[in-house]
């Protein structure tokens, strides 16, 4: 009786207007991220007990930093890229031609993951040694064996993002939201079950779970009548259009990921424990940051990209002016309540064994200069999907070198002032700057084509 009235709750809150359904597909996606995210703890705390700070995980950890920064750049940006498109043509063209044009980009993908994967092989006598100059001859070489052992990921994780992204497109949040956690939970038995495999314990679980993952997401697609299999129909019209918004999305994606690599190096030049005290006062900040962005913009992204189709520019204003207000609501009480709490916070979490007080006084000083980002970077992702949808992806690019610009002027500037903090305080000054821009951008863009579209209803 109670789960029946649940349900029924739950469906007058998340059916009827676009604004109730972005909410429902928020709330959805944001209890499955949350859902693997408290399985992802569970396995760091397995790989914590097992493996502690020693080389072999240092190997691991290097070995998996190239293929996870090629895949947030070639199949992050082939998603940006592909789904405004696919919902374009659903609602325009219908199945048929959607699926045409999912088979060909299919056919890109597989070809491009392909070729990144061998090149990641080919070319790891060229990177590694640069990356791992602190290594000695037997942890470098170890280095080498994960990478050729985890490069298989890099295909079948891109398979992934794309699968995930046509399941949000169709409005089927769920399942995507969360497979997730078989990842981290096949970690989690591999580590338990197979000790003497060490390291490649952790490939194994990467690589297995990745895989129950495909085989569950392209079940779900095939139940649906949506073929994931690579089909070239040549370079029809709608695939040029993905390809024209791919690139500068792959720009964006890698100027956006460069941001975090500047950071990095510039608190290496600051003292002993900047790199590590920047690390743990980020990581924080990052757990509800990539929780409501995640749950946000999967959700809006498909409504958006429906109403762009649609040419209703009111609505797309209407839902863009409301969620922005709501961001705000939220996410300024929650930074003043994490800017209150910083220190209590790092002290409960870290202070124990060589963290020691002064380390909890920087960190918290850290935290909240990161804090401050919150909002505007929360707001920034949202505005984000809009660009997507309208496939301005170009705009991204722009924006992407704005923020590199200024976070490396920005670090600069203000380490010599603050020093580690100051590399902080910088970061939430890019985003500052990366909202205002897109807001600027956005608002005008809607004016312009609302204006437009009046003036030809008129005439």
Known sequence: MYLTKILSLWNRLTTGSTNRKILGAAITVGLGVGFSKGIAVLKELVVAWKFGTGDELDAYFIAIMVPFFIINIVAGALNEALVPTYIQVLEKEGKKSAQSLLSGAMSLALSLLVITAILIVVAAPIYVPLITKGFNTQKTELTFHLIYAVSPFVLISGCIIIFSSILNARERFALSAFTPTLTPAATIVFLLSLESW???SLVAGLLGGTTLEIIILGLELKRQGISVLPKWHGFSKNLRQVVAQYLPSVTAAFLMCSTGIVDQSMAAMLAPGSVAALNYADKVVVLP?????????????????????????????????????????????????????????VKLLLQRGSFTPEDTQLVSQIQNCYALQIPFYVGAVFLVQLIISIKKNRILMWGSALNLIVNVIGNYTLMHFFGIQGIALSTSIVYLVSFIFLLLFSFKYLKEITSNSKSEVNL
């Open 198 to 200: 060490k390291t490649f």
């Open 289 to 345: 940051i990539f929780l409501t962005t995640t749950a946000l913009n999967t959700a809006v992204t498909p409504y958006f990209s429906k109403m762009v189709a649609h040419h209703d520019w009111q609505g797309v204003l209407h839902t863009l002016k409301h969620y922005l207000r709501l961001i705000f609501l939220v996410t300024l009480p929650f930074t003043a309540l994490l800017l209150l709490a910083s220190e209590t916070i």
